[in-house]
């Protein structure tokens, strides 16, 4: 690979224009969730949430937050509630029915939360489960802007 070239994991979480076309608090959520400041992550899209905003919109920040709530849960040693909140995530990405949205790739999303989560659902108490080591996602959006509710 050239300097030109980049990898995957070496491109950024998203462009100027998806910061200019998209508000501020999904973008500024992308960059706490990256820095793994997950409650932080979560107050900046609840605050969009909360905001008179299109109904799949509000679907898509409300598993976005849940998604960041569960690793918070995990960081305060809560593997109970961060079970609920990574299936109460899944159900919602599963509602809104997008393979895509607001230039995150849905797929690619809830297979890294997988990777990183199954481990959570493999005793019937995720208290009883040693938690190994594991990687939160990254965010990084999609070159293309979309158009969203």
């Known amino acids: 690979m050239n300097a030109v070239e980049k990898s995957e994991d070496e ?3 998203y462009t100027a ?3 200019a076309a998209y508000p501020i608090e999904y973008i500024a959520g992308i960059d706490l969730y990256n820095e793994r400041e997950f409650h932080a992550a ?3 899209w609840e605050d969009r949430w909360r905001d008179d905003v299109g109904p799949q919109e509000k679907l898509f920040l409300q598993a976005m937050i849940q998604s960041a709530v569960v690793f918070h849960h995990l960081e305060i040693g809560r ?3 961060a079970r609920r909140m990574y299936q109460m995530a899944t159900e919602k990405f599963a509602r809104l029915g997008h393979k895509r949205f607001m230039s995150l790739d849905l797929e690619d999303y809830q297979a890294q939360l997988e990777h990183s989560l199954s481990w959570l659902l493999t005793a019937a108490d995720p208290r009883e489960v040693t938690r190994p080591d594991i990687e939160p996602p990254v965010i990084r959006l999609q070159p293309e802007v ?3 509710d």
Do not use: K, V
């Open 11 to 13: 491109r950024p979480a």
């Open 17 to 19: 224009e998806h910061a």
């Open 42 to 44: 979560h107050d900046a």
């Open 79 to 81: 593997p109970g509630a």
């Open 146 to 148: 979309m158009e969203y």
